[in-house]
């Protein structure tokens, strides 16, 4: 049985919220909305050996540029997805969705989601309106969940600009989306995010997505640029080695194997990206690694306990 740091949930609330700003999923980032309800949900966890399901608002993140309107959307998402949490609390937790990159509206939604609806911690997208992750303009927002050591469950969206006339420009999932996150956690090390806010879990989706190829290039290219005084000295392995991993998406055969060959058995997490991987696909993905003896010793640590250390205070009481 495992928990699920990389779940979705779409309520009316977030649809209604993407419509009334005029983002269309499709034009966006190519690829629709699945359905969802808690049914749905419950069913699929049951049929994967699911205990509970961490849930997360999907891309495309809402904003525009009116700060009030964009904070009061996520008031009222956040609320449709505490009350879903409410009905099934021994299944489902959540992270709320914050209106990033408006500051003052994001820290007073975090402490409301957290304080009165029972988050769990915050889901942040790579980039809001162009405005990436490690960004200093967003330091004081990172204030606010270290206090808290607050858990992060990262998320991709495509980037503003990108070349669109490549397969790889059609639909985000199959490159932009492990280029943005890979982009927005370069940003956090170059800008030592991780160190100098030790106390915040960063969870990176898609068994890291490109960043156990980046480490070590961007250790010798930041070294570089710092020995020619264009950059700080960063520490790169000390910022990577205070992240957290899921595994969403395909960890097998390649992908786990160059995440464990940089990052520490106890910093890998289990996530199934259910409703946008179709059920019975994450299901075989799952029965295979559960059945590969090469996996065997990582498994209770990836389905459990390293979910358990990662929450730490912010799980309730006796739900995990």
Same mark, same amino acid.
């Given at each position: 049985?495992?928990?699920?740091?990389?779940?979705?949930?779409?309520?009316?609330?977030?649809?209604?919220?993407?419509?009334?700003?005029?983002?269309?999923?499709?034009?966006?980032?190519?690829?629709?909305?699945?359905?969802?309800?808690?049914?749905?949900?419950?069913?699929?966890?049951?049929?994967?050996?699911?205990?509970?399901?961490?849930?997360?608002?999907?891309?495309?993140?809402?904003?525009?540029?009116?700060?009030?309107?964009?904070?009061?959307?996520?008031?009222?998402?956040?609320?449709?997805?505490?009350?879903?949490?409410?009905?099934?609390?021994?299944?489902?937790?959540?992270?709320?969705?914050?209106?990033?990159?408006?500051?003052?509206?994001?820290?007073?939604?975090?402490?409301?989601?957290?304080?009165?609806?029972?988050?769990? *911690?915050?889901?942040?997208?790579?980039?809001?309106?162009?405005?990436?992750?490690?960004?200093?303009?967003?330091?004081?927002?990172?204030?606010?969940?270290?206090?808290?050591?607050?858990?992060?469950?990262?998320?991709?969206?495509?980037?503003?600009?990108?070349?669109?006339?490549?397969?790889?420009?059609?639909?985000?999932?199959?490159?932009?989306?492990?280029?943005?996150?890979?982009?927005?956690?370069?940003?956090?090390?170059?800008?030592?995010?991780?160190?100098?806010?030790?106390?915040?879990?960063?969870?990176?989706?898609?068994?890291?997505?490109?960043?156990?190829?980046?480490?070590?290039?961007?250790?010798?290219?930041?070294?570089?640029?710092?020995?020619? *005084?264009?950059?700080?000295?960063?520490?790169?392995?000390?910022?990577?080695?205070?992240?957290?991993?899921?595994?969403?998406?395909?960890?097998?055969?390649?992908?786990?194997?160059?995440?464990?060959?940089?990052?520490?058995?106890?910093?890998?997490?289990?996530?199934?990206?259910?409703?946008?991987?179709?059920?019975?696909?994450?299901?075989?993905?799952?029965?295979?690694?559960?059945?590969?003896?090469?996996?065997?010793?990582?498994?209770?640590?990836?389905?459990?306990?390293?979910?358990?250390?990662?929450?730490?205070?912010? *799980?309730?009481?006796?739900?995990?």
């Amino acid at each position: 049985m495992a928990i699920d740091f990389h779940a979705h949930i779409i309520t009316p609330a977030y649809k209604r919220g993407l419509n009334s700003v005029g983002i269309d999923p499709i034009a966006a980032d190519g690829f629709p909305l699945p359905d969802w309800s808690e049914e749905k949900h419950l069913g699929f966890m049951r049929q994967a050996g699911i205990e509970r399901s961490i849930l997360s608002t999907p891309t495309p993140h809402i904003w525009c540029g009116d700060a009030r309107l964009t904070a009061k959307i996520h008031r009222e998402v956040n609320t449709s997805v505490s009350e879903v949490c409410k009905k099934h609390p021994d299944e489902f937790s959540f992270v709320a969705s914050v209106p990033l990159p408006f500051l003052d509206a994001a820290i007073g939604e975090y402490r409301f989601a957290k304080e009165t609806l029972e988050a769990v *911690g915050v889901k942040l997208t790579t980039h809001a309106g162009g405005v990436y992750l490690g960004d200093p303009s967003l330091d004081d927002f990172m204030t606010e969940l270290n206090k808290d050591h607050a858990l992060v469950i990262l998320h991709p969206q495509r980037a503003a600009e990108y070349p669109k006339t490549p397969i790889t420009g059609t639909v985000a999932a199959i490159y932009e989306y492990p280029a943005d996150t890979t982009r927005a956690v370069l940003n956090m090390m170059a800008h030592k995010v991780m160190t100098r806010f030790p106390d915040i879990r960063f969870v990176v989706p898609h068994t890291g997505s490109f960043l156990p190829y980046m480490l070590q290039r961007f250790t010798g290219v930041s070294g570089i640029l710092a020995s020619m *005084g264009m950059m700080e000295t960063v520490d790169v392995q000390r910022e990577f080695q205070n992240l957290y991993f899921d595994i969403a998406g395909d960890p097998e055969p390649v992908a786990l194997d160059m995440l464990l060959s940089v990052a520490g058995e106890e910093k890998i997490v289990y996530g199934s990206d259910f409703p946008h991987s179709p059920a019975n696909v994450i299901i075989a993905k799952k029965k295979h690694l559960d059945e590969n003896p090469k996996y065997q010793s990582l498994l209770r640590k990836v389905y459990g306990e390293n979910q358990r250390n990662c929450l730490g205070k912010n *799980g309730k009481k006796g739900a995990l």
